[in-house]
């Protein structure tokens, strides 16, 4: 029997990640772009800019308060922080109760909100409409530590370095490709939002040190753990390799993974694992592609979950 499809609208379609997650939606075998809504591109056809969708929907731009009558199924909230609560209390005033995940960090710290990294969270899921969609660094930094959350003592220092994509399409000395060029720009070095997001998930203190770098696209993560007790660097190996040995969009690798392997890619790669003489500090590299495993393909994760579908339906694990 042919099964219906889900719709799915998205708000802030003009992003970079917007972009992802169509691509990814209309590839998807379940779900059907419902809607897409963009100021910027307002009446312009969705596929002269993501040439992967091959309908005839255009970009709109409705008012918050008309968004219920668009009728779809699931929401994605692609918002600057900030600017969601509008959307959904248009919902709420409707009487609607569309899934919706979102992609800025107005929820991450409120528990009404299921926080969906299905890697970490996904045992805790269980049917929740509203769902916080993780920040990109903060995917790489809990999944790089997390194996390892027993055995901390004292905060992790994490070192992060993104692609300029991960500054939005908004103009910003993090996203002028000429002012980046030869350089490696370091900013919010203290109190960043996805420090004390990480902080907050896993329970135990991390300080977060972020750059901007001259590459488009692409995280490279690493994280500096102080332990309890000594470790050996074939301890470390098998207990992330156990941990992850199920988990297809996460890779244990030997030597430290590269940013640019990693780009376009939907998992994320963990390795590079050091260990001091005394066993008792272990150094870990991570590297992800802020737009996908960091973004879109964590929403599609959540998508597919909250409709009940395999988790991996429409990922390409393989690219």
């Given at each position: 029997m042919h099964e219906?499809?889900?719709?799915?609208?998205?708000?802030?379609?003009?992003?970079?990640?917007?972009?992802?997650?169509?691509?990814l939606l209309a590839a998807h075998p379940r779900f059907e772009i419902g809607f897409v809504s963009s100021?910027?591109?307002?009446?312009?056809?969705?596929?002269?800019?993501?040439?992967?969708?091959?309908?005839?929907?255009?970009?709109?731009?409705?008012?918050?308060?008309?968004?219920?009558?668009?009728g779809a199924e699931a929401v994605v909230l692609a918002l600057p922080n900030g600017k969601s609560d509008a959307c959904i209390a248009a919902y709420d005033a409707a009487g609607q109760d569309p899934v919706i995940v979102d992609l800025s960090a107005d929820h991450r710290f409120d528990d009404h909100w299921h926080y969906g990294l299905p890697e970490l969270t996904?045992?805790?899921?269980?049917?929740?409409?509203?769902?916080?969609?993780?920040?990109?660094?903060?995917?790489?930094?809990?999944?790089?530590?997390?194996?390892?959350?027993?055995l901390l003592e004292g905060p992790v220092q994490?070192?992060?370095?993104?692609?300029?994509?991960?500054?939005?399409?908004t103009?910003?000395?993090?996203?002028?490709?000429?002012?980046?060029?030869?350089?490696?720009?370091?900013?919010?070095?203290?109190?960043?939002?996805?420090?004390?997001?990480?902080?907050?998930?896993?329970?135990?203190?991390?300080?977060?040190?972020?750059?901007?770098a001259p590459h488009f696209r692409g995280i490279t993560l690493t994280a500096n753990l102080h332990l309890s007790r000594p470790v050996t660097l074939q301890d470390v190996q098998a207990r992330y390799a156990a941990r992850f040995a199920n988990?297809?969009?996460?890779?244990?690798?030997?030597?430290?993974?590269?940013?640019?392997?990693?780009?376009?890619?939907?998992?994320?790669?963990?390795?590079?694992?050091?260990?001091?003489?005394?066993?008792?500090?272990?150094?870990?590299?991570?590297?992800?592609?802020?737009?996908?495993?960091?973004a879109a393909t964590q929403a599609l994760q959540n998508l597919n979950l909250a409709f009940g579908l395999d988790e991996f339906t429409g990922v390409p694990l393989n690219g």
């Open positions: 219906s499809p889900i719709t799915v609208g998205i708000v802030g379609a003009r992003g970079h990640t917007g972009v992802e997650l169509i691509r100021r910027a591109l307002d009446g312009q056809r969705v596929a002269d800019h993501v040439p992967e969708y091959q309908g005839e929907l255009r970009y709109g731009a409705p008012e918050h308060g008309a968004l219920p009558a668009l996904r045992a805790a899921y269980a049917g929740q409409r509203r769902i916080a969609n993780p920040g990109c660094y903060a995917t790489a930094m809990q999944l790089a530590i997390a194996p390892m959350r027993e994490c070192f992060g370095v993104s692609g300029y994509s991960g500054a939005g399409t103009p910003s000395d993090r996203n002028d490709p000429a002012l980046l060029r030869d350089n490696l720009m370091p900013y919010a070095l203290t109190g960043h939002v996805h420090e004390r997001e990480v902080s907050r998930r896993l329970g135990h203190a991390v300080e977060f040190m972020p750059h901007v988990e297809p969009l996460v890779r244990i690798v030997d030597e430290a993974p590269w940013v640019s392997r990693i780009a376009g890619r939907h998992h994320v790669e963990i390795g590079g694992f050091a260990v001091s003489l005394d066993g008792r500090r272990l150094v870990v590299v991570a590297t992800e592609d802020n737009l996908l495993k960091g």
